[in-house]
T-cell receptor, first 118, second 114 residues
Framework: AQSVAQPEDQVNVAEGNPLTVKCTYSVSGNPYLFWYVQYPNRGLQFLLKYITGDNLVKGSYGFEAEFNKSQTSFHLKKPSALVSDSALYFCAVRDRDDRGSTLGRLYFGRGTQLTVWP | KAGVTQTPRYLIKTRGQQVTLSCSPI?????VSWYQQTPGQGLQFLFE???????NKGNFPGRFSGRQFSNSRSEMNVSTLELGDSALYLCASSLKGQGNYGYTFGSGTRLTVV
């Protein structure tokens, strides 16, 4: 079965500093990985995805993620954090069937609360 | 283009009642998935529909059901509500729900069971 883990419940960073939100995955076959962000009382907003290709994926709002196959990680990064980046961040992986075909289901991590202080 | 629309945004129901939530996907999207979000369990998959057929189902009791209409709009129903059903219910739509296609989420329906 597919799964992702977000080892940190909370990440705190000062505005202007770089930020990293960690995610590790466990999948059978090639992973399809996603990052979503959630603001209070809102749904999930798509940030970026890794399907194949370059290990560094660029996404919305200046975020990027680095796919590392040997470490089975997909960490979210941003060079300079903003106070408005404070939100709940989720890593997710697509489900696959026994033949490796993707299915219409995402497995989510528990989420990481990012707080950026001024 | 319009995003994923979920109605209503908020609901308060009494234990034992039933509830129906609605999701209108992005125009042209044929796959609709539902998730339950709670502080204790996080985001859990309920089911996915594609072209009016349930294609995947999560590990929820039979009190949770859904359907999809020919226009791809979807509804989920919860019967005999329990206090533990209080959650944010999120709907996501995708062009096909397979392959490289991503998901767009709605803002959710906040259900409170009292």
């Amino acid at each position: 079965a597919q799964s992702v883990a977000q080892p940190e419940d909370q990440v705190n960073v000062a505005e202007g500093n770089p930020l990293t939100v960690k995610c590790t995955y466990s999948v059978s076959g090639n992973p399809y990985l996603f990052w979503y962000v959630q603001y209070p009382n809102r749904g999930l907003q798509f940030l970026l995805k890794y399907i194949t290709g370059d290990n560094l994926v660029k996404g919305s709002y200046g975020f990027e993620a680095e796919f590392n196959k040997s470490q089975t990680s997909f960490h979210l990064k941003k060079p300079s954090a903003l106070v408005s980046d404070s939100a709940l961040y989720f890593c997710a992986v697509r489900d696959r069937d026994d033949r490796g075909s993707t299915l219409g289901r995402l497995y989510f991590g528990r989420g990481t609360q990012l707080t950026v202080w001024p | 283009k319009a995003g994923v629309t979920q109605t209503p945004r908020y609901l308060i129901k009494t234990r034992g009642q039933q509830v129906t939530l609605s999701c209108s996907p992005i125009s042209g999207h044929r796959s609709v998935s539902w998730y339950q979000q709670t502080p204790g369990q996080g985001l859990q998959f309920l089911f996915e529909y594609f072209s009016e057929t349930q294609r995947n189902k999560g590990n929820f009791p039979g009190r949770f059901s859904g359907r999809q209409f020919s226009n791809s709009r979807s509804e989920m129903n919860v019967s005999t509500l329990e206090l533990g059903d209080s959650a944010l219910y999120l709907c996501a739509s995708s062009l096909k729900g397979q392959g490289n296609y991503g998901y767009t989420f709605g803002s959710g329906t906040r259900l409170t069971v009292v």
